[in-house]
């Protein structure tokens, strides 16, 4: 039904910076907002960062600051922009989209910040 799709995960040295992608196969006028959440080893996932439909924004503290969240409406499509990357943002990334209370999930992409 709705799909997914992230890009721009890898390994990147403490300091640098990476941006991620998903692209949703659904009209940007059907999703209430858009989001990433992490999940590194041993941790359970949580929200890094969100995007709803008026253009109201929240980030966790641990990044606020340091990445942006954004979206082209024409293409479905969000971006974490992620700068200043700290060995501690080392997880799984997950791309989330919510339509209106039906949550959605991407394949997850890895970013590792060695240390």
């Known amino acids: 039904q709705v799909q997914l799709v992230e890009s721009g995960g890898g390994l990147v040295q403490p300091g640098g910076s990476l941006r991620l992608s998903c692209a949703a196969s659904v009209s940007i006028f059907r999703i209430y907002g858009m989001g990433w959440y992490r999940q590194a080893p041993g941790k359970q996932r949580e929200l890094v960062a969100r995007i709803i439909s008026d253009g109201t924004t929240n980030y966790a503290d641990s990044v606020k600051g340091r990445f942006t969240i954004s979206r082209d409406n024409a293409k479905s499509t969000v971006y974490l922009q992620m700068n200043s990357l700290r060995p501690e943002d080392t997880a799984v990334y997950y791309c989330?989209?919510?339509?209106?209370?039906?949550?959605?999930w991407g394949q997850g992409t890895q970013v590792t910040v060695s240390s």
């Open positions: 989330n989209v919510d339509i209106y209370s039906s949550n959605y």
